[in-house]
């Protein structure tokens, strides 16, 4: 039998120990290093983008509606959304109470909205809702990999009951996927429990002989022995918790972002968005940004989005070429503009651009220090400009500071990069262990911390560490400890 205690066993478990870790520069460039392999085609009978992205903004459409309203409210209140708050969006949207907190944690899970501090503003996305259909994809994929805090499991239900569920889930999904139509629920029902079944076997949690007084315990078959049903999850007051209930919540919680549809309890089956996103993470893809072009004549952010998909060296060009036709301080200027948005890929492009631009640049950017979502990016510019090695400026952060740059890089990664790019991010952490490393992001209060968490817990293979990034995500989207 495992620890009881997830955050014990996780500071153990030398497979979930960082490994040494790597400058923050290295950090940097995996936001910009991508594959060249091509893309997979998705299967065949897949809407294209534009049709998903269609399909998309008709599930978060109250999100949206609700993150548009609190954008022109800016009321300090709005981001605890208020009892107050809370009842004069719903009369302004003609929604209820419940349908706007729905609405908030949902524009909030999707990158909608951001937190900074008791200050809601408007996320990149929600800027480029209604022309950028790949952002509102990702936007969805972000509430799809969150659907267990869309849909809360039941209080009585114990958080290893349910991370077993969440764990298990990926497999419905697949088979849902590979099915391409109704499933009956009594067949996702016995692949649920053979999956959970498994997931306590690879923990060893399996005792060595009968002990009925541990639920928790699985007896071992004998080679000519029936296959042991597996033993439903206990409750935190032991009363045995059915495998079937923390199903019928994951189906609902999948159907509540839109991913399936249930036909009365007896079957389920994917939509077209919940089909793509499963193929997606099968995959292991996420769409890439469009090539450049013409980015001398393009607006600062238009120009890094473009070159999001160069190498360094390339990129370097790109910048010098677009720098060329602007003075300087109006390039500085709007570059710095740029990086002061929620979109925190451009932020660091923002400031690789920047360093082309060199001393010329040095008063602008050192006025930026005292900006909070800007100071680790300034600190390092700086200490590269004075003649720092890129491999070591990270040295002149605080641990404050370097934990809050990983989060940015993180949710650079999340948004715009491949799953794999995500786990070799976490070896860059300045933390030696992985609960050193939650304990520190959760307290750091960086507004994508959530999303950030989600993303790492879907992306990483190992169950216990996702287990204990998932319950990290539970635990700052509720304000817990």
């Not at 996780?10 to 040494?20: E, G, H, Q, T």
């Amino acid at each position: 039998m495992t620890s009881r205690k997830p955050d014990e066993q996780l500071a153990r478990n030398s497979r979930l120990r960082l490994v040494r870790p790597r400058s923050l520069a290295t950090a940097r460039r995996a936001v910009t290093t991508r594959g060249t392999r091509p893309a997979p085609r998705p299967p065949e009978g897949t809407p294209v983008p534009s049709e998903l992205a269609r399909q998309a903004r008709t599930v978060l459409a109250d999100a949206v509606r609700i993150a548009r309203w609190a954008a022109v409210e800016r009321d300090p209140s709005t981001a605890q959304l208020s009892s107050r708050t809370q009842e004069r969006a719903a009369v302004a949207l003609e929604l209820t109470p419940l349908q706007v907190r729905a609405g908030w944690d949902r524009a909030r899970l999707a990158g909608l909205v951001e937190l900074h501090g008791d200050t809601a503003r408007p996320g990149w996305r929600l800027r480029a809702w209604d022309r950028d259909d790949m952002a509102v994809l990702r936007g969805w994929v972000a509430l799809f990999d969150a659907w267990s805090l869309v849909h809360p499991a039941p209080d009585d239900v114990a958080p290893t009951a349910v991370a077993e569920v969440v764990e298990a889930v990926p497999q419905v999904l697949s088979l849902l996927q590979l099915s391409a139509g109704p499933v009956l629920v009594p067949v996702l029902l016995d692949l649920l429990q053979q999956r959970v079944a498994e997931l306590r076997e690879e923990r060893c949690e399996v005792a060595y002989g009968p002990q009925p007084e541990d639920a928790d315990a699985l007896p071992v078959p004998g080679p000519d022995s029936e296959p042991v049903p597996v033993p439903e999850p206990d409750s935190e007051a032991g009363a045995p918790v059915p495998v079937s209930l923390l199903l019928d919540w994951a189906l609902e919680g999948l159907s509540a972002v839109g991913a399936l549809t249930l036909d009365k309890g007896r079957s389920a089956t994917l939509t077209p968005l919940g089909n793509w996103a499963v193929w997606v993470k099968l995959e292991q893809i996420c769409v890439a940004a469009q090539s450049p072009a013409g980015n001398i004549e393009q607006s600062a952010e238009d120009m890094l989005r473009g070159c999001a998909r160069l190498t360094p060296g390339p990129a370097r060009a790109e910048y010098r070429a677009w720098l060329a036709a602007r003075t300087v301080s109006s390039a500085v200027a709007e570059l710095l503009g740029v990086a002061r948005g929620e979109d925190a890929l451009l932020r660091g492009l923002a400031f690789e651009a920047l360093r082309v631009v060199g001393a010329p640049a040095e008063a602008e950017v050192r006025a930026a220090a005292d900006e909070p979502s800007l100071r680790p990016y300034v600190l390092l510019w700086l200490a590269e400009h004075e003649g720092a090695d890129p491999e070591d400026a990270a040295d002149v952060l605080t641990r404050e500071e370097a934990t809050w740059l990983w989060v940015d890089t993180a949710a650079a990664v999340a948004d715009h990069g491949e799953p794999q790019l995500l786990l070799r991010h976490l070896d860059s952490a300045v933390q030696g262990t992985v609960p050193a490393l939650l304990d520190e992001v959760r307290a750091g209060g960086h507004p994508r911390t959530v999303q950030v968490l989600v993303a790492l817990a879907a992306a990483h293979p190992d169950p216990a560490l996702a287990k204990a990034v998932r319950r990290a995500a539970f635990q700052v989207h509720t304000g817990g400890a």
